[in-house]
């Protein structure tokens, strides 16, 4: 009976152990030190960003670095991490998405353990004693056979046996401790959503939606508001204009009204600094009295004199003022009379 380690997407895997390790073929060391392993972190994060990104591929014993071999994947690697604290699960850990091949190879036994390949270009020398330090993983491969030791076989038989248990994801006790540190936060999204430390993730999204919600409802009430104080404000307006239109040309009448919209109060301070022209209730008492309107008629003109002429200046007269100061004909006369005595004195004959 076979006992495996986990093939999960989200387990993960001892693949580059921390240490010196000498390379028989090109007479170097390999040191694989906390640089390294953050290195090879960040640059496969970087690469992981770029579209269509597949992973790093797993080989079967880095077949696929020879031409004639076949490239068939054991797996693909999806997410690296670093482990950089001393003691003996330090180094580089791996995601990996088993191929069937490659999940039926571990489990079935057939290898236990990985090696990992880096290029020569990404070596850099760290000493004069034949050092370099890799700073890229290039892939991995499936062996019994690796050049680094110290890393934790991908199954455990005797662990296994010792147990009756499957042996669990091959992550330490840090691994452990940074789960529970994640579930710091959610602790503090929870409490400050008003929910219990505890609750679950599916309450805190429905605490979120129900915030988005009210967030557009008061948006679209906000909006709401703003046109009708729009509304309001451009009414208000034209109440003013029309309150101080005999004080301006009637031309000026819009740029007024914007005006007052973009700047009410200096605004309806100048409108006030203009000078009121003169109406009836000026002078009121040195004006002869009112004819009441159902009698009143128009004056007549002495034969001698020039009526034609007289009456259309009069009329004219009466006509501006009745247009400028918004009144009725009758005292639009009575004004004129009075502001306007010789336009109404008799003509006189030329003897």
């Known amino acids: 009976m076979n006992f495996t380690s986990d093939f999960s997407p989200e387990a993960w895997h001892h693949i580059v152990p921390l240490g010196r390790y000498p390379h028989a073929p090109s007479g ?32 079967f014993d880095h077949a696929s670095a020879h031409p004639d071999k076949p490239t068939e994947a054991a797996g693909w690697i999806t997410g690296l991490r670093a482990e950089t604290e001393a003691g003996p699960g330090a180094g580089v850990y791996a995601q990996i998405r088993w191929s069937d091949a490659g999940e039926a190879a571990v489990r079935g036994g057939r290898y236990r353990l990985v090696s990992p390949v880096w290029l020569a270009a ?37 662990a296994a ?5 499957s042996p669990k994801p091959l992550t330490d006790r840090r691994e452990a401790a940074r789960q529970n540190q994640r579930k710091e936060p ?5 409490e400050s959503l008003g929910l219990p430390p505890e609750a679950a993730g599916e309450a805190a999204l429905a605490a979120i939606q129900q915030i988005q919600n009210r967030c557009a409802s008061l948006a679209a009430e906000q909006a709401a508001l703003a046109r009708q104080n729009q509304e309001l404000r451009a009414a208000q307006a034209e109440a003013e204009v029309a309150q101080y239109a005999d004080r301006f040309n009637p031309a000026a009448r819009e740029a007024w009204r914007a005006a007052l919209l973009a700047n009410r109060a200096q605004t309806l301070e100048l409108l006030r600094s203009l000078p009121e022209p003169p109406g009836p209730a000026q002078g009121a008492a040195a004006r002869p009295p009112q004819h009441q309107r159902a009698q009143a008629r128009t004056p007549a003109f002495s034969p001698g004199g020039d009526p034609a002429g007289s009456a259309e200046s009069q009329r004219q007269a009466v006509q501006e003022y009745k247009n400028r100061r918004h009144c009725s004909w009758q005292d639009a006369w009575d004004a004129i009379r009075h502001e306007q005595p010789d336009l109404f004195a008799p003509a006189t004959r030329n003897h």
């Open 186 to 190: 959610m602790r503090e999204i929870n």
């Open 28 to 59: 170097l060391a390999q040191v694989l030190d906390a640089a390294a392993a953050r290195s090879m972190v960040e640059q496969f994060e970087r690469e992981a960003r770029e579209p269509n990104f597949p992973g790093l591929l797993i080989d």
């Open 122 to 158: 990404d070596l850099e020398a760290v000493d004069g004693a034949g050092g370099v330090r890799p700073r890229r993983l290039h892939r991995l491969a499936l062996t019994n056979d690796p050049n680094l030791k110290g890393l934790a076989p991908l199954s455990n038989r005797a």
């Open 161 to 165: 046996a010792a147990t009756g248990e």
